[in-house]
């Protein structure tokens, strides 16, 4: 079983440069969210969906775009990347009604 | 509102040694409470889970307490291996919305 599959895992940028992480699970999941992880905060939600055609701002989504494009794939668009975004980004869905979260392996950006 | 503190890190022990981990929350309503691991270069997986006061939640030789009389969740392990090394994050939830994440505690286990 795949799971949830991120792309790429690592990944250099420019300032102003812009990117798409992909995301996608296997598991018949109706919500999906993307975090960053950065030293010292621990896990912060950028963007979650709830449900395919439905995406809500998290705690820090300033600087990002998602798109959840159908029940699988829910991908974080930087459109101008900033030193700022350097980061550790996971994607991660949960079934219906469960309180398990599946997390990816996690992209590794830096923005120099 | 809710939050979750988990004490800070890096703790350091020698194989076989006892772990504790520290947890505790701030909740409206009936939380559910996770521990979750982080492997060095992985994703976060869950550990285990309590939904309910009193309730343990066990895995891997970890075990964590649901105790609401101290709004605790503290997580410990009898004696730790190498392969323990990891971070370790505890969280809740509240009618099985959005999790909250403490900040991690990260754990060094040397032979």
């Known amino acids: 079983n795949a799971g949830v599959t991120q792309t790429p895992k690592f990944q250099v940028l420019k300032t102003g440069q812009s990117m798409t992480l992909q995301c996608a699970q296997d598991?018949?999941?109706?919500?999906m969210y993307w975090y960053r992880q950065d030293p010292g905060m621990g896990l912060r939600l950028i963007y979650y969906?709830?449900?395919?055609?439905?995406?809500d701002k998290g705690e820090v989504p300033n600087g990002y775009n998602v798109s959840r494009l159908n029940k699988r794939e829910f991908s974080l668009r930087l459109e101008s990347a900033a030193p700022s975004q350097t980061s550790v980004y996971f994607c991660?869905?949960?079934?219906?009604?469960?309180?398990?979260?599946?997390f990816g392996s996690g992209t590794q950006l830096s923005v120099l | 509102g809710n939050s979750v503190t988990q004490m800070e890190g890096p703790v350091t022990l020698s194989e076989e040694a006892f772990l504790t981990i520290n947890c505790t929350y701030t909740?409206?309503?009936?939380?559910?409470l996770f521990w979750y691991v982080q492997y060095p270069g992985e994703g976060l997986q869950l550990l285990l889970k309590?939904?309910?006061a009193d309730d343990k939640g066990s895995n891997k030789g970890f075990e964590a307490t649901y105790r609401k009389e101290t709004t605790s969740f503290h997580l410990e392990k009898g004696s730790v291996q190498v392969s323990d090394s990891a971070v370790y994050f505890c969280?809740?939830?509240?009618?099985?919305?959005?999790?909250?994440w403490g900040l991690g505690t990260s754990l060094a286990v040397n032979p």
């Open positions: 991660a869905s949960k079934g219906t009604g469960g309180e398990k979260l599946f």
């Open positions: 598991m018949n999941h109706n919500s």
């Open positions: 969906s709830a449900s395919e055609g439905t995406t």
């Open positions: 909740a409206t309503g009936y939380p559910s």
């Open positions: 309590a939904t309910k």
């Open positions: 969280a809740l939830s509240v009618n099985n919305r959005k999790l909250i």
